[in-house]
Protein backbone atom coordinates (compact mmCIF):
# COMPACT_ATOMS: atom_id res chain seq x y z
CA UNK A 1 0.00 0.00 0.00
CA UNK A 2 2.99 2.22 1.38
CA UNK A 3 4.49 1.92 -2.49
CA UNK A 4 1.24 2.18 -4.74
CA UNK A 5 0.88 5.81 -2.28
CA UNK A 6 4.40 7.04 -3.44
CA UNK A 7 3.95 6.13 -6.92
CA UNK A 8 1.04 7.82 -7.62
CA UNK A 9 2.05 10.95 -5.38
CA UNK A 10 5.48 10.61 -8.20
CA UNK A 11 3.30 10.48 -10.41
CA UNK A 12 0.62 13.22 -10.12
CA UNK A 13 3.69 15.10 -8.38
CA UNK A 14 5.33 14.71 -11.88
CA UNK A 15 2.71 15.95 -13.54
CA UNK A 16 1.73 19.13 -12.09
CA UNK A 17 5.24 20.21 -11.42
CA UNK A 18 6.07 19.72 -14.95
CA UNK A 19 2.75 21.76 -15.69
CA UNK A 20 4.01 24.50 -13.40
CA UNK A 21 7.06 24.54 -15.44
CA UNK A 22 5.75 24.87 -18.48
CA UNK A 23 3.10 28.00 -17.46
CA UNK A 24 6.13 29.69 -16.53
CA UNK A 25 7.08 30.38 -19.89
CA UNK A 26 3.33 31.71 -20.84
CA UNK A 27 4.41 35.75 -19.80
CA UNK A 28 7.21 35.36 -21.69
CA UNK A 29 5.64 34.19 -24.66
CA UNK A 30 3.16 36.63 -24.31
CA UNK A 31 5.21 38.92 -24.67
CA UNK A 32 7.24 37.39 -27.08
CA UNK A 33 4.18 37.30 -29.09
CA UNK A 34 1.84 40.68 -28.40
CA UNK A 35 5.08 42.88 -28.61
CA UNK A 36 7.82 40.93 -30.58
CA UNK A 37 10.23 41.17 -27.10
CA UNK A 38 12.52 38.25 -26.38
CA UNK A 39 16.14 37.99 -25.54
CA UNK A 40 18.73 36.89 -27.44
CA UNK A 41 20.16 32.84 -26.58
CA UNK A 42 23.51 34.81 -25.11
CA UNK A 43 21.58 37.20 -22.52
CA UNK A 44 19.18 34.09 -21.90
CA UNK A 45 22.19 32.59 -20.71
CA UNK A 46 24.00 35.28 -19.05
CA UNK A 47 20.46 35.66 -16.91
CA UNK A 48 20.55 32.12 -16.43
CA UNK A 49 24.08 32.12 -15.16
CA UNK A 50 22.90 35.07 -12.92
CA UNK A 51 19.88 33.07 -10.83
CA UNK A 52 21.94 30.01 -10.71
CA UNK A 53 25.00 31.49 -8.70
CA UNK A 54 22.20 33.52 -6.93
CA UNK A 55 20.01 30.68 -5.84
CA UNK A 56 21.96 27.20 -7.74
CA UNK A 57 23.25 26.30 -3.80
CA UNK A 58 19.53 26.64 -2.27
CA UNK A 59 18.29 24.59 -4.74
CA UNK A 60 20.23 21.37 -4.18
CA UNK A 61 20.78 22.22 0.37
CA UNK A 62 16.45 22.76 0.00
CA UNK A 63 15.38 18.84 -1.19
CA UNK A 64 18.05 17.73 1.29
CA UNK A 65 16.80 19.72 4.30
CA UNK A 66 13.07 19.95 3.54
CA UNK A 67 12.38 16.54 2.30
CA UNK A 68 12.61 14.76 5.61
CA UNK A 69 9.89 17.05 7.17
CA UNK A 70 7.56 17.87 3.87
CA UNK A 71 7.45 14.44 2.40
CA UNK A 72 6.65 13.29 -0.58
CA UNK A 73 3.20 15.39 -1.08
CA UNK A 74 4.50 18.33 0.71
CA UNK A 75 7.78 18.42 -1.47
CA UNK A 76 5.48 18.73 -4.72
CA UNK A 77 3.42 21.43 -3.06
CA UNK A 78 6.07 23.37 -1.75
CA UNK A 79 8.00 23.62 -4.86
CA UNK A 80 4.71 24.73 -6.59
CA UNK A 81 3.50 27.14 -4.13
CA UNK A 82 6.79 28.57 -2.97
CA UNK A 83 7.86 29.71 0.51
CA UNK A 84 9.09 26.21 1.82
CA UNK A 85 10.72 26.99 4.42
CA UNK A 86 8.91 30.34 5.72
CA UNK A 87 5.40 28.65 5.67
CA UNK A 88 5.07 24.96 4.35
CA UNK A 89 7.61 23.75 6.66
CA UNK A 90 6.51 25.12 10.12
CA UNK A 91 2.66 24.59 8.48
CA UNK A 92 3.62 20.13 8.39
CA UNK A 93 5.73 20.18 11.90
CA UNK A 94 3.30 21.77 13.86
CA UNK A 95 0.08 19.33 12.09
CA UNK A 96 2.58 16.52 12.59
CA UNK A 97 3.23 17.78 16.05
CA UNK A 98 -0.45 18.29 16.52
CA UNK A 99 -1.48 15.04 15.28
CA UNK A 100 1.16 12.65 16.85
CA UNK A 101 2.29 11.82 13.13
CA UNK A 102 5.57 11.14 11.59
CA UNK A 103 6.98 12.30 8.28
CA UNK A 104 7.77 9.90 5.58
CA UNK A 105 5.02 7.59 6.91
CA UNK A 106 1.69 7.10 5.02
CA UNK A 107 -0.27 8.31 8.40
CA UNK A 108 2.46 11.48 7.85
CA UNK A 109 1.76 12.10 4.44
CA UNK A 110 -1.59 12.32 4.76
CA UNK A 111 -1.71 14.82 7.19
CA UNK A 112 1.32 16.78 5.73
CA UNK A 113 -0.76 16.87 2.60
CA UNK A 114 -3.66 18.43 4.48
CA UNK A 115 -1.25 20.80 6.21
CA UNK A 116 0.78 22.22 3.17
CA UNK A 117 -2.64 22.72 1.13
CA UNK A 118 -4.20 24.59 3.52
CA UNK A 119 -1.28 26.62 4.12
CA UNK A 120 -1.38 27.77 0.36
CA UNK A 121 -5.09 28.46 0.69
CA UNK A 122 -4.15 30.68 3.55
CA UNK A 123 -0.83 32.35 2.10
CA UNK A 124 -2.95 32.84 -1.32
CA UNK A 125 -6.24 34.88 0.70
CA UNK A 126 -3.58 37.03 2.73
CA UNK A 127 -1.12 38.00 0.01
CA UNK A 128 -4.38 39.13 -1.64
CA UNK A 129 -5.53 41.08 1.41
CA UNK A 130 -2.37 42.91 1.68
CA UNK A 131 -1.57 43.38 -1.68
CA UNK A 132 -4.36 45.61 -1.78
CA UNK A 133 -4.71 47.37 1.58
CA UNK A 134 -1.12 46.46 2.72
CA UNK A 135 0.06 49.81 1.15
CA UNK A 136 -1.87 51.74 3.40
CA UNK A 137 -1.72 49.87 6.68
CA UNK A 138 2.30 49.45 6.89
CA UNK A 139 2.93 52.89 6.75
CA UNK A 140 0.83 53.33 10.22
CA UNK A 141 3.02 50.53 11.73
CA UNK A 142 5.27 51.63 15.08
CA UNK A 143 8.88 51.12 13.97
CA UNK A 144 9.10 48.49 16.56
CA UNK A 145 6.89 46.28 14.56
CA UNK A 146 8.25 47.14 10.89
CA UNK A 147 11.72 46.49 12.64
CA UNK A 148 10.04 42.73 14.08
CA UNK A 149 9.33 42.02 10.25
CA UNK A 150 13.12 41.26 9.77
CA UNK A 151 13.35 38.95 12.17
CA UNK A 152 10.17 36.46 11.40
CA UNK A 153 12.44 33.85 9.24
CA UNK A 154 15.08 33.25 12.01
CA UNK A 155 12.25 32.86 14.68
CA UNK A 156 10.69 30.26 12.09
CA UNK A 157 13.07 28.42 11.47
CA UNK A 158 13.85 28.64 15.13
CA UNK A 159 10.84 27.34 16.13
CA UNK A 160 10.89 24.38 13.97
CA UNK A 161 14.48 23.15 15.37
CA UNK A 162 13.19 23.61 18.61
CA UNK A 163 10.09 21.15 17.92
CA UNK A 164 12.62 18.71 16.21
CA UNK A 165 15.00 18.94 18.99
CA UNK A 166 13.63 16.67 21.77
CA UNK A 167 13.94 13.86 19.15
CA UNK A 168 17.28 13.07 18.94
CA UNK A 169 18.89 15.90 21.76
CA UNK A 170 22.74 14.77 21.05
CA UNK A 171 22.32 14.69 17.19
CA UNK A 172 20.31 18.43 17.90
CA UNK A 173 23.04 19.72 19.93
CA UNK A 174 25.84 18.27 17.65
CA UNK A 175 24.67 20.00 14.64
CA UNK A 176 23.83 23.25 16.22
CA UNK A 177 27.05 23.06 17.65
CA UNK A 178 28.90 21.99 14.50
CA UNK A 179 26.87 24.98 12.22
CA UNK A 180 28.35 27.53 15.13
CA UNK A 181 31.52 26.16 14.20
CA UNK A 182 30.95 26.43 10.59
CA UNK A 183 29.97 29.78 10.35
CA UNK A 184 32.58 31.12 12.74
CA UNK A 185 35.64 29.22 11.23
CA UNK A 186 35.31 28.44 7.67
CA UNK A 187 34.90 32.05 6.21
CA UNK A 188 38.23 32.67 8.03
CA UNK A 189 40.05 29.60 5.63
CA UNK A 190 38.71 31.08 2.49
CA UNK A 191 35.93 28.51 2.69
CA UNK A 192 32.97 30.47 -0.20
CA UNK A 193 30.11 31.75 2.14
CA UNK A 194 27.99 30.25 -0.89
CA UNK A 195 28.59 26.97 0.79
CA UNK A 196 28.05 27.33 4.16
CA UNK A 197 24.68 26.34 4.26
CA UNK A 198 25.31 23.12 2.27
CA UNK A 199 28.05 22.40 4.89
CA UNK A 200 25.93 22.75 7.46
CA UNK A 201 23.51 20.63 6.20
CA UNK A 202 26.40 18.43 5.87
CA UNK A 203 27.07 18.43 9.17
CA UNK A 204 23.59 17.80 10.09
CA UNK A 205 23.29 14.64 8.54
CA UNK A 206 26.73 13.60 9.98
CA UNK A 207 25.35 14.07 13.25
CA UNK A 208 22.75 12.15 12.93
CA UNK A 209 24.46 9.45 11.08
CA UNK A 210 26.90 9.06 14.23
CA UNK A 211 23.64 9.84 16.84
CA UNK A 212 22.27 6.52 15.51
CA UNK A 213 25.50 4.45 15.32
CA UNK A 214 25.83 5.18 18.69
CA UNK A 215 22.33 4.25 19.29
CA UNK A 216 22.56 1.00 17.68
CA UNK A 217 26.02 0.24 19.48
CA UNK A 218 24.41 0.93 22.67
CA UNK A 219 21.05 -0.81 21.75
CA UNK A 220 23.22 -3.85 21.44
Do not use: C
Not at 84 to 97: Q, W
Amino acid sequence: MNSDFNSKIIRLGTITVSAAIAANFVPALWLWVRYGAIPTLGEIMTMWGMVTAAFGMSWLVQNLSYYGGLGSVGTYVSWVAGTAADIRMPGITMAHKVTGTEANTPEGDAIGAMAVSTTVFVSVTLISIFSIIGGTILPLLPETVKTAFKYIQPALFASVYASMFPKDLFAAVLTLAGSYAALVYLPTIGFPKAFLMLATVALGMAAGYISFRLQNRTAA
